[in-house]
């Protein structure tokens, strides 16, 4: 009977240790899971994607005016936000690069038109293929996006890389930059639009001065963050991107 003791011991200190473990384990999780928060909330803020979604009325018919028109417009840099209400995403907050909303300054990128323009066009193309005698299914949109985002994917690389090689004076956000670039959505549907509605040489001027339209209002969107430089091949790299353009558009009328 003297034997029982030690075999209830055991147990007891098993669960002693099993406890203290758990603790150990659930305390090193937590602190991870902070970690990965706040590292999450440095690039990807909900506040800072807020920003982005600030539009009204008024904005997105002047912004698309912008965009068919922006030989008419004055661009200007940015304009910053006094009161902070929004921090910039991707800007450490020493840096208080905080800029008004599109609300309050038709220059500040938004993602509410090109998000909208995006499935417009995947949209679009869907229709023109179940109309030209081709038989539609649900694949067609989802390629047709998938290929749209490695598209832009590949702007951005580019972009990013010709931003690295010649540093601009003015920092330059990556989803600033994806608004820009994905402005082209709502070019391309409107000429989805007029191909389905002109004769070829109408529809075929269109694009190009669409084309035309989207790479100026980059060129002089861009030009903003170099402005007081004097360098040549800071130029060069920007009309070297406002002329792809035109091979882009290209490819999204045929994809």
Not at 89 to 102: E, R, V
Request: hydrophobic share 45%; glycine share 8%.
């Amino acid at each position: 009977g003297g034997m029982g003791a030690p075999s209830g011991a055991f147990p007891m200190g098993d669960n002693f240790g099993n406890t203290v473990m758990m603790n150990y384990g659930m305390q090193y999780g937590s602190k991870m899971l902070q970690k990965t928060q706040a590292n999450f909330g440095r690039y990807f803020s909900l506040q800072g994607l807020h920003y982005y979604f600030t539009v009204n009325n008024s904005y997105v018919k002047n912004k698309l005016k912008l965009l068919v028109f922006p030989l008419r417009h004055k661009f200007r840099r940015r304009e910053l936000d006094a009161g902070h209400r929004f921090e910039t995403p991707g800007a450490a907050p020493a840096t208080n690069y905080n800029y008004l909303t599109a609300v309050d300054d038709i220059n500040a990128p938004d993602m509410y038109i090109p998000l909208m323009a995006f499935i417009t066009y995947v949209l679009l193309v869907g229709f023109i293929t179940g109309i030209g005698g081709l038989n539609f299914s649900p694949e067609i949109l989802v390629a047709t996006g998938s290929s749209c985002m490695v598209l832009t994917l590949l702007e951005m690389l580019f972009l990013r890389l010709g931003f690295y090689v010649f540093t601009p004076p003015r920092p330059v956000y990556s989803l600033d930059l994806l608004c820009f670039i994905s402005y082209k959505f709502f070019h391309t549907s409107v000429i989805m639009l007029t191909r389905l509605v002109l004769m070829r040489w109408l529809y075929v001027c269109v694009w190009l001065a669409l084309a035309a339209s989207h790479g100026f209002f980059l060129l002089q969107t861009l030009k903003l963050h170099w402005q007081g430089s004097n360098d040549q091949k800071q130029m060069v790299f920007l009309y070297l991107v406002a002329g792809v353009q035109v091979p882009i558009f290209f490819y999204l009328q045929h994809v």
